[in-house]
């Protein structure tokens, strides 16, 4: 994760005014290796499940198995889609799935 983009990220709160180039740098650290624990601890889900593809389900189950990051982030994603019967044919053309909650704001965000 880039700092520039944590500092952008950090600007948006209007409690913080200034933040020294050390703080940004911990911030930035601590944000990989929170998303690699995250990364990781998913990828293990998944092969338990013999999958070789992580889904949200796999993250879903990764952050409950560990009491505290289940605390704050569990609410925040969102719910895996329910199974699918693979045995009907459904015209997917029709279907489309509504845009997640936090897609829209994360996504202008980052537009330049």
Known sequence: ???????????????????????????????????????????????????????????????????PTADFLLDCLPMPPPPSDKNTHKDRSKVTAPPSFYTKSIDAFFRK
């Open 1 to 67: 994760i880039s700092v520039g983009r944590v500092k952008k990220i950090v600007k948006l709160d209007k409690d913080i005014s200034r933040i020294n180039s050390e703080a940004m740098f911990l911030i930035s650290s601590s944000t990989e290796l929170f998303l690699q624990f995250l990364a990781e601890r998913s990828a293990q889900v998944a092969m338990e499940k013999k999958k070789r593809t992580v889904r949200i389900g796999d993250l879903r189950e990764a952050v409950k198995r560990h009491r």
